[in-house]
C-alpha cells in the first residue's frame, strides 16, 4: 500500500496540508495522511484522506519545544501501516505525474530518498546551525553537498533503521 503524507504545525501550514491534499487526490490513487498540530483541519473529507493529530500519538518528545524530529517520526509512524510512503512539504505544489514518485522506491537500500540540495542559513547570529552538527554524526555516502532537504522524501519498511537512527540522533541535538 502507499500513501502521501505531509505535516502541518499551526493553522496556516494545516492550511497549506489540506491545499496540498486535495491536489493529491486529484492526482492519485494512493492514501493521503496530514499530520497536524496547534490547529484544526477542515471537515473535508474523503475516504482516502486521513487526518491525524500529533497530540493523540506518543512520540517521546515535546513537538512544541523541539519539532525537528517529527519528518522521521510520521514517516516512521506511516510505515506501520503502509509499505511506501512519500513525505510532502505542505508548500510543495504537486503536478499530475506525482505518482512517479514511487517509481523511486525500487533505488532505496537502507536510507530514504531525499532531495539533496545546500543550506544557505547554516548560522544563526554567527554560530554554526544544527545542520552541521547532523553532519557529523549521521554519514553520507558520497556526500557531495552540505546537507539532505527532506521537503520530499521516499521511503519503505527497509528505512526503518536508518529513520530510528535518524529521530534518536537528532533527539541527541537537544541542549
Not at 39 to 65: M, Q, V
Not at 91 to 96: K, S
Not at 101 to 124: G, H, Q, V
Request: proline share 8%; glycine share 6%.
Amino acid at each position: 500500500m502507499e500513501a502521501f503524507i505531509t505535516l502541518g504545525i499551526g493553522q496556516s501550514y494545516i492550511d497549506g496540508c489540506e491545499l496540498l491534499a486535495d491536489h493529491l487526490l486529484k492526482y492519485t490513487t494512493a492514501d493521503v495522511l496530514i499530520y497536524y498540530g496547534n490547529g484544526k483541519p477542515s471537515y473535508f473529507a474523503s475516504p482516502r484522506l486521513h487526518k491525524i493529530n500529533l497530540e493523540e500519538l506518543t512520540p517521546g518528545f515535546d513537538i512544541k519545544k523541539f519539532p525537528n524530529p517529527l519528518n522521521p517520526f510520521i514517516i516512521k509512524e506511516t510505515l506501520k501501516t503502509y509499505d511506501e510512503v512519500v513525505y510532502l512539504d505542505s508548500d510543495i505544489q504537486v503536478t499530475p505525474n506525482i505518482n512517479r514518485a514511487f517509481e523511486e522506491i525500487k533505488n532505496i537500500t537502507t536510507y530514504p530518498l531525499a532531495c539533496r540540495y545546500p543550506w544557505y542559513y547554516t548560522e544563526s547570529n554567527g554560530n554554526p546551525w544544527v545542520g552541521e552538527k547532523i553532519i557529523n554524526n549521521i554519514p553520507y555516502e558520497n556526500q557531495s553537498t552540505p546537507t539532505l532537504g527532506v521537503c520530499c522524501t521516499v521511503s519503505n519498511k527497509q528505512c526503518l533503521p536508518f529513520l530510528t537512527q535518524w529521530i534518536d540522533n537528532t533527539l541527541n541535538l537537544i541542549p
